[in-house]
């Protein structure tokens, strides 16, 4: 299974991202290898997760608060209605 994380490093006030190590471990047991993209603004990971739908991952999990679940679902379901699996 393709497996992608994304990754919104000022979330918690930056505590996931300096967290990062010990959590990519677990994720890594759990999942074995994935792909990490980072955040850099507002709707960064929406598109992500879009982008890494549409090149074949088969799950994607978004690091972050709030905002970044919200984002990361938008991109996903914008992936599944444009496949025309709707």
Known sequence: MKV???LNP???????KRHWPEVAAS??????D??????QAEG?????????AAIGFELVIAAGGDGTAS???DGLLKAFRESGRT
């Open 4 to 6: 992608a994380v994304v």
């Open 10 to 16: 000022i979330a918690g006030g930056g505590r996931l």
């Open 27 to 32: 994720l890594k047991r759990h999942f074995g």
């Open 34 to 39: 994935f792909e990490l993209r980072e955040t």
């Open 44 to 52: 960064d990971a929406e598109r992500l997760a879009l982008d890494l």
């Open 71 to 73: 984002e990361v679902a």
